[in-house]
């Protein structure tokens, strides 16, 4: 357990001061996540540099220049691998894009947000890649440092333990004189555009309109309920009727969105977006 020192100031204090540094040094607010993953993550991090008390992290993120995009890098968790959660992607490659491009014919616009180190987008450009469907999708995250690595595009073969064997071929290249790492074909590449954006700001990424389908997974589980509720009301604006949505496993859309989305039968997180209904 953190020990806070006997005098006054409260943890709720200490960090709020601590995102205040952040947004300072990084640019970046905070703000709108929930108290206990920053709380969690902060500690994370302290662990990591023996620090034990708050108001001692607090002293070293302001006396340690690099600290600040470690903490970043502790804020922003970026766990993810190619066709995380394989029956959803299933059901995107024998059902859902097929049927996008059925209704609408190409290109498909995709958005991923929150795209980590690129194993989303990489993984819904060659499901688009493997069906022969034009399209292309659209690549956002906070952290400028995954998307670095996602634009280099080489990944342990670990990243691929959930893609069918079938698929690996079509996206993936081996990286000559290195068994442990793959590299993303270039077909794939052209597919995906990467943009730095911060999803819990008000403006949208340049070129952010009429998409297909919108892919928001395991995002909305770190905001703050407004927060969720605004940015996918901002998301549902720019997805065409009839386009799907995809949350991660354990998000759901609060009411104000439900009324505009229908849940796919299967147990997913895919909804279809639909003229809204009143609330009852
Ligand atoms: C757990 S990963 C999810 C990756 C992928 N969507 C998946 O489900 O496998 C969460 C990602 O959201 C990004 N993220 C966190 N806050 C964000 C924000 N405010 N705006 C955009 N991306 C954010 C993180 O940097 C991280 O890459």
């Known amino acids: 357990m953190l020990a806070l020192p006997a005098e006054s100031v409260s943890e709720a204090d200490v960090i709020a001061g601590i995102l205040a540094l952040m947004r ?19 500690r994370n991090r302290m662990i990591s540099v023996g620090i034990h008390t708050l108001t001692d992290y607090l002293v ?39 049927g996008l491009y059925r209704r609408f014919g190409g290109p498909l616009r995709i958005w991923s947000v929150g795209c980590a180190r690129g194993e989303e987008p990489y993984t819904l450009a060659l499901l688009l890649e493997a069906a022969g469907i034009p399209g292309t999708v659209l690549a956002t995250d906070i952290d400028e440092a995954a ?21 690996i071929g079509t996206g ?7 068994e442990r ?9 052209r597919r995906v555009h ?37 940015t996918l009301l901002q998301m549902r604006a720019v997805l065409r009727d009839g386009g799907c949505l ?16 229908s849940p796919l039968p299967q147990r997913s997180r895919l909804f279809e977006a639909i003229a809204a209904e009143p609330i009852a």
Request: charged share 30%; glycine share 4%; proline share 6%.
């Open 172 to 178: 993936l290249e081996p990286v000559p004189g290195d």
């Open 194 to 230: 990467f943009q730095v954006h911060d999803v819990t700001g008000t403006a949208l990424p340049l070129g952010t309109t009429d998409f297909h389908m919108i892919s928001y997974r395991n995002v909305l589980i770190y905001l703050q309920r407004e927060v969720q509720e605004r």
């Open 60 to 98: 070293h993120l302001k006396s340690v220049e690099t600290e600040a995009l470690e903490l970043l890098d502790r804020l922003t968790v970026k766990v993810s691998h190619f066709y995380r959660n394989a029956h959803t992607f299933d059901m995107l490659r024998e059902e859902v894009l097929p």
């Open 181 to 189: 790492h793959v590299r993303v074909r270039p077909a794939l590449r």
């Open 147 to 167: 998307l670095r690595a996602a634009r280099r595009g080489i990944y342990l073969r670990d990243a691929l333990r959930e893609l069918p064997e079938s698929l």
């Open 246 to 261: 995809c949350l991660g496993e354990a998000e759901w859309p609060p009411p104000s969105v439900a009324c505009s989305l």
């Open 24 to 42: 300072e040094r990084t640019g970046y607010d905070f703000s709108s996540y929930r108290a206990q993953t920053i709380r969690r993550r902060i």
